[in-house]
């Protein structure tokens, strides 16, 4: 025991003192508010960077390297952080840390909007530090004796910051919860609460209140092996589309010319309801805006798992429109050009109420235009499963959610031309307008996919409607800080072909802004799915 002493404890308990003491200067860097300081922040954080050093130094042996190591990660955290919100006007959230995997499996959604000279600089500086300090600090002899303290260290600062995180009260909203927290804590905090049985509770009774718990009326499953009966005014196959990044950018600027959307312009004429849509996502997080209008839950309603819906919920029964649809003896159809266990769709759909997942391996990955799968593809793909559908079970009405990808960004890897920004503008409204111009190309296809899908639905002999909406806006922080544009909506609308008999979407017209939650509710409702709710 006297050896322990003298040769274990005091280097231990420097190195760890000078990591908690640095572990602050980081968080006074984060966007976009300086977090403030109280003793049980201040004690939250000294636990958690504890609790950080120690497992480290178990692993390596290596105090100063441990030191070095957490450090360098608070930095990191804070800088990532920092970009996220640049980006998408939110700090880093503790489901962030659930997707951590996404950003390697598939880095080009996520790592250049560190920016390239931090994406290449970072990894060769950090390996760099950690050869020079592994080389320079010799291995601490580790007893048994050391281990067990080191363990036991570690479980009462693991045990004693749990129960400091259950005692703080959280707003929820980022922004305000950092800057009374930190970062770190925040984080720490967030993700302890959400695991709480009171918040489980909290949630499945949010879960309970869904508008589509059960079907209107006393239409049962259909049986595959018989042929259901046509209900008169009631049925339409429906289509949905959420458009990846879809807004009108025109609002952008008077520069931007007219014909960029003239099919839009064009549908929305002749649609039942349009209008700008209220979505709880900005730039990116395209699951928050499907949650709320496949669930038709309110975003705040969500509490701690609004961030990030699917990461707990695939965990509990969840009503939807598709399951709705489902027991109305629709067959419901997700098409998504992306691999299907991204943000875990692939567990939570089938919950949900989705017969068949048609994913990035039903496609052509030929068929891109930029670097996904283009909007022509996904249209094809439309239109090949509803012909189809149409030729072998007439009767059955069809319902298909298809997620695009086209216009997902990062906008500032593609390029353009002179040539290209003046098919797109009267005038040049900024020096520098390329992830504008990126943007309004892919737009120009979402055009083109609703010419293509309302064409086509015009000539079908059974009911159609499109309902078409965006996930969010682009993340383009430069372009809308340029140009002085504050707004988050999207756009929305509803068509339906002439075949449709509901009598509530007869002569009806008018432009509305709507949330996205209550967009589904809409759509049936119009369609004569929900007469009577």
């Not at 289509?239 to 312009?265: C, G, M």
């Not at 319902?399 to 290209?420: C, Q, R, S, V, Y």
């Amino acid at each position: 025991m006297q050896d322990l002493l003298p040769s274990y404890f005091p280097t231990l308990a420097l190195a760890l003192l000078l990591t908690i003491a640095f572990s602050f200067l980081p968080e006074r860097w984060v966007k976009p508010k300086t977090p403030n300081v109280s003793f049980s922040n201040g004690l939250l954080q000294a636990l958690l960077v504890s609790i950080l050093f120690l497992a480290v130094t178990l692993i390596v042996q290596r105090p100063i390297f441990s030191a070095l190591a957490v450090s360098i990660f608070l930095i990191i955290l804070s800088g990532v952080s920092n970009a996220k919100y640049k980006a998408l006007r939110e700090p880093l959230v503790f489901s962030d840390i659930a997707m951590f995997s996404q950003a390697f499996k598939h880095p080009r959604l996520y790592f250049p909007f560190l920016g390239l000279l931090p994406v290449i600089a970072a990894p060769i500086i950090i390996i760099a530090l950690i050869i020079t300090v592994l080389s320079l600090e010799p291995a601490m002899a580790f007893t048994a004796q050391r281990i067990l303290i080191s363990i036991l260290a570690i479980v009462l600062f693991v045990f004693s910051a749990r129960n400091l995180a259950l005692r703080f009260t959280l707003t929820q909203e980022p922004d305000q919860d950092i800057e009374r927290l930190g970062l770190l804590n925040s984080i720490f905090v967030y993700a302890i609460q959400a695991r709480t049985p009171a918040h489980q509770k909290s949630i499945q009774s949010t879960l309970a209140e869904s508008p589509f718990k059960s079907p209107i009326g006393n239409i049962d499953k259909l049986d595959n092996e018989k042929s259901p009966p046509h209900f008169e005014g009631i049925f339409s196959n429906i289509t949905v589309i959420q458009s990846e990044s879809f807004f009108d950018a025109r609002r952008l600027h008077d520069s931007i010319k007219p014909d960029v959307l003239k099919n839009f312009d064009s549908c929305n004429q002749q649609s039942t309801q349009f209008g700008k849509l209220k979505v709880p996502a900005w730039g990116a997080n395209t699951m928050r805006t499907e949650f709320a209008f496949l669930s038709g839950l309110k975003y705040q309603d969500l509490g701690l798992y609004r961030y990030y819906p699917y990461q707990y919920l695939h965990k509990m029964p969840i009503s939807s429109i598709a399951s709705y649809l489902s027991a109305q003896g629709y067959r419901c159809v997700c098409i998504h050009p992306h691999p299907e266990s991204f943000f875990g769709r692939d567990r939570i759909f089938p919950q949900m109420g989705f017969d068949e997942f048609i994913d990035i391996k039903d496609f052509d990955t030929n068929n891109t235009f930029g670097p996904y799968i283009s909007d022509q593809s996904v249209t094809n793909k439309i239109l090949e499963i509803t012909q189809n559908h149409e030729s072998n079970k007439p009767d059955q009405p069809l319902f298909i959610f298809a997620i695009t990808m086209e216009n997902h960004g990062p906008l500032h890897l593609e390029k353009t031309t002179a040539e290209e920004q003046h098919s797109y503008f009267d005038y040049k409204p900024l020096t520098a307008a390329n992830d504008l111009t990126v943007y309004l190309r892919h737009l120009q296809n979402a055009d083109k996919m609703i010419a293509d899908l309302t064409n086509a639905y015009s000539k079908f002999e059974n009911p159609h409607a499109l309902c078409f909406y965006g996930d969010h806006i682009p993340s383009m922080p430069n372009i809308y800080q340029q140009l002085d544009y504050d707004e988050e909506e999207s756009d929305y609308f509803i068509w339906q072909n002439s075949k449709t008999r509901s009598s509530d979407s007869i002569n009806t017209h008018k432009d509305q802004m709507i949330s996205a939650d209550t967009l589904a509710k809409t759509l049936l409702t119009l369609t004569g799915n929900l007469t009577g709710n």
